[in-house]
């Protein structure tokens, strides 16, 4: 099965960076994906990670750690429009998602 | 534009009557899934079909099932709703390759009066 753990909450201020922390414990692994989900809408992807190391796509970066079951998502230049909440998931062709956090971007 | 399309976007039905939802996708993709997800919860898989080879997880109430008559459909049956399954139905397609990206509907939101 799949354990996955994300902080519930994060909040900052437009224009700064905020790093969203997940660690997880898995039977079966072939990525780690990171998912944007707007309150009421479905998730839409944003990046993952199949080695150890960091992706970076634009503003943001997600990094992994394969040995320490751990990954982070790295949301740089924040705008208001990045409120949301951030699904961590892993798996292979089948996903496990964590519950998310939820960022709150303020002016 | 490919896409996954969820109808409808909003279900309200009465205790204990069945509802279907649908999905249809353009996309071609191999891998069809149902996720619910509760307010504030992951979204939690339900069942998926891999071509037509049905898979169901092993907590799934027997009271969904689902059904896809061709690659682009799939439908999701909630026999005999209960209040606690009130959430949102989230459809989502997959190349069904080792690291695939999913591609999500917009979603059927479930009230159960």
């Known amino acids: 099965g799949q354990n996955i753990d994300q902080p519930t909450e994060m909040t900052a201020t437009e224009g700064a960076i905020v790093q969203i922390n997940c660690t997880y414990q898995t039977s079966g692994f072939n990525g780690l994906f990171w998912y944007q989900q707007h309150a009421g809408e479905a998730p839409t992807f944003l990046s993952y990670n199949v080695l150890d190391g960091l992706e970076e796509k634009g503003r943001f970066s997600s990094f992994l750690s394969r040995s320490k079951g751990y990954s982070y998502l790295l949301l740089k230049e924040l705008q208001m429009k990045d409120s949301a909440s951030y699904l961590c998931?892993?798996?292979?062709?089948?996903?496990?998602f964590g519950a998310g956090t939820t960022v709150t971007v303020r002016a | 534009d490919a896409m996954v399309i969820q109808n409808p976007r909003y279900q309200v039905t009465q205790f204990g009557k069945p509802v279907t939802l649908s999905c249809s996708q353009t996309?071609?993709?191999?891998?069809m899934y149902w996720y619910q997800q509760k307010s504030s919860q992951a979204p939690k898989l339900l069942f998926h079909?891999?071509?037509?080879?049905?898979?169901n997880e092993a907590d799934t109430p027997d009271n969904f099932q689902s059904r896809r008559p061709n690659t682009s459909f799939c439908f999701l049956d909630i026999r005999s709703p209960g209040l606690g399954d009130a959430a949102m139905y989230l459809c989502a397609t997959g190349d069904g390759s080792g690291a695939n990206v999913l591609t999500f509907g917009a979603g059927s939101r479930l009230t159960v009066l």
């Open positions: 998931a892993v798996g292979d062709y089948k996903l496990s």
């Open positions: 079909y891999y071509d037509k080879d049905f898979n």
């Open positions: 996309l071609n993709h191999n891998v």
